[in-house]
């Protein structure tokens, strides 16, 4: 079969012929559709995810859409240990596979569910989120944060604040659901003052982007609260502009947060799994849209390093 194979972290992978994947016990083979390339698989192509153990060769590729052997066309993430998604075939754990609606499209579900399932599973799993409560999506700009703002409005946000830089895509969160948009760009202390002033009393912080801009987002937000005893869950989900940030003790004992994450781990499989089919549902009846850019697997290696439209999710795709 083909796939795109890595050879080294410091290159692109390149479409090579490679041995097909054995199904070990519990697994069923799969013919690939389409796989997302989300900024989880490049860090694992790269060797910087903390999961990476530094063997080459790899696939990468952490979910997609196949075939079983059946004919059933699923969407499935890939399992601990297996080969990546971005190769002819692929293998299958059924419990980590959930068939796809009909009318489903394929490129779309490859791009949009790991973005999607992000906040849909940390709104569901993570808190006891209400109808009504105000939320701050910090990093809306990308395309979970994108996500998590339509999300929180079809969850029953009240309020949705959606912070971000690029103004491009700011400007198209209002129409998908935004009450308000703040912008992170430009003088840091105007920025921490409109979107204190804007998420002061929000209930639940989505966090895309941990680092420098959460370490100031914490106290704008913070002390500004109206009753600082009021709960505020602080989710880290995504990590855009740092793995680390320095906490001040004080930002803990001036207001009731809750800081948490949400991710593999923190919530289990079987959990994550049983959201996919309502999160799925949702995409195909278009309450939630995705931007996709299909690319023939053929041509990964060109398609990984080329510049993509900020908030549009490369799938790579196989052709029957
Ligand atoms: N835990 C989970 O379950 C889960 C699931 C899916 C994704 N994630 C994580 O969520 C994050 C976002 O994923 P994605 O698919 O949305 O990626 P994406 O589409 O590539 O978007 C990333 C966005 O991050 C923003 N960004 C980068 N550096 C920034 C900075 N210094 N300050 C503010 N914004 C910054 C950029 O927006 P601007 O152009 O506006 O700067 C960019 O659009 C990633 O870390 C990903 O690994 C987590």
């Given at each position: 079969m083909h796939a795109a194979v890595?050879?080294?972290?410091d290159r692109p992978p390149r479409f090579e012929e490679f041995a097909v994947p054995v199904p070990g016990e519990g697994r069923l083979p799969v013919e690939m559709i389409a796989a997302g390339l989300h900024p989880r698989v490049r860090s694992g192509a790269d060797g910087?995810?903390?999961?990476?153990?530094?063997?080459?060769p790899l696939i990468p590729g952490v979910d997609g859409v196949g075939r079983l052997p059946d004919g059933q066309v699923v969407y499935f993430v890939a399992g601990d240990g297996d080969p990546g998604t971005m190769a002819e075939r692929s293998v299958v754990d059924p419990r980590r596979a959930v068939p796809l609606p009909d009318g489903a499209d394929p490129v779309t579900i490859a791009a949009a569910m790991n973005p999607a399932m992000s906040s849909w599973v940390a709104l569901r799993r993570r808190i006891a989120f209400r109808p009504g409560q105000g939320v701050l999506v910090l990093g809306a700009t990308g395309n979970a944060g994108r996500m998590a703002v339509q999300i929180a409005r079809h969850l029953g946000a009240g309020r949705v604040v959606a912070a971000g830089r690029d103004p491009e895509r700011l400007a198209l969160l209002d129409g998908l659901g935004a009450t308000d948009v703040v912008s992170l760009a430009g003088d840091p202390d105007q920025a921490d003052a409109r979107l204190g002033e804007a998420?002061?009393?929000?209930?639940v912080v989505l966090d895309y982007t941990w680092g420098g801009p959460t370490e100031r987002a914490l106290p704008a937000v913070l002390t500004r609260?109206?009753?600082?005893?009021a709960p505020l869950d602080w989710i880290e989900i995504g990590s855009m502009a740092g793995r680390e940030i320095t906490l001040p003790s004080a930002v803990l004992r001036a207001a009731a947060l809750r800081l948490m994450g949400s991710g593999q781990g923190s919530v289990t499989a079987r959990g994550i799994v049983a959201e996919l089919p309502g999160l799925m549902a949702e995409l195909t009846r278009g309450t939630l849209t995705a931007d996709a850019r299909p690319v023939p697997l053929a041509d990964v290696e060109e398609a990984w390093t080329a510049p993509v439209e900020p908030g549009r999710r490369l799938v790579l795709t196989v052709s029957a």
């Open positions: 890595v050879r080294s972290f910087t995810h903390y999961t990476s153990d530094g063997r080459l998420a002061a009393d929000v209930d609260r109206a009753d600082r005893s």
